[in-house]
């Protein structure tokens, strides 16, 4: 089976909503010997991809009838959700994890990379989201309770954004409406990075958007996963329409 960098559920659906899912698997290419030189409980972990977050977008992408968009290479290889210029883009450290695959990564290797794998999956991403003028980019990832052994996070959901709050205001609010939800504006992460993938398709196009991130440990099976895409669907579809034309 020919590899790709990338993989499309839905591809001729006609949806506003356009999922996407940046770190959805923890695949290493054939080309790098399909192994980084981690043990296979490293790469399971969210440092080589972000647990759960695939089965939840293309769950989500089902109920909304929108396609999704998932990677098809691990962060460590290369990250699909930092700018090129980005110093974190190629990491050979990650949370208490030398890489082995990466440590003698060079500027050559940075740009072969880049455009083996990073580039083909957003030049995806631009013509996915370029099909219709009033596309919707919704960006899911997943993180863990607890990280670097700071305290324990208490979040179920998250909902980042940078200054286009327009969809995320709304969202937030359906989401703290949920009685049994702990949910956080710009947590567990900051809701802008220059350069991520949610700056250069959304917000340098004007385009809705909102990045969702889902507790790990809530969507660690195939039914949880089901379970979220189809809650968070109506919420996102109520969040739009409170969006002012």
Not at 24 to 30: E, L
Not at 167 to 196: C, F, K, M, Q, T
Request: include cysteine.
């Amino acid at each position: 089976m020919t590899y790709s960098p990338y993989h499309i559920d839905g591809a001729a659906r006609d949806s506003r909503f356009l999922i996407t899912c940046d770190h959805a698997f923890n695949t290493v290419p054939p080309d790098l010997g399909g192994d980084l030189g981690l043990p296979v409980a490293d790469m399971c972990r969210h440092i080589a991809y972000d647990v759960g977050a695939a089965g939840v977008a293309r769950a989500l992408g089902a109920a909304l009838e929108a396609p999704v968009l998932l990677s098809n290479f691990s962060r460590l290889v290369i990250d699909p959700n930092r700018g090129e210029d980005d110093p974190t883009l190629l990491m050979k450290l990650y949370d208490g994890s030398v890489i082995p695959g990466n440590r003698h990564a060079d500027a050559a290797e940075r740009a072969r990379r880049l455009e083996a794998y990073y580039r083909p999956y957003h030049d995806a991403l631009a013509d996915l989201a370029g099909r219709r003028e009033d596309t919707v980019i919704v960006s899911v990832h997943s993180f863990t309770r607890q990280l670097r052994g700071r305290p324990s996070r208490p979040w179920h959901v998250g909902v980042l954004h940078a200054w286009d709050s327009r969809l995320s205001d709304p969202l937030i609010a359906a989401l703290e409406a949920e009685p049994d939800l702990v949910v956080g504006r710009n947590e567990p992460y900051p809701g802008h990075l220059p350069g991520d993938a949610i700056d250069r398709h959304a917000l340098h196009h004007g385009r809705l958007n909102t990045l969702l991130e889902l507790r790990n440990d809530l969507i660690g099976t195939e039914v949880a996963q089901a379970h979220w895409g189809a809650r968070l669907a109506p919420l996102l579809r109520h969040a739009l329409a409170q969006v002012p034309d």
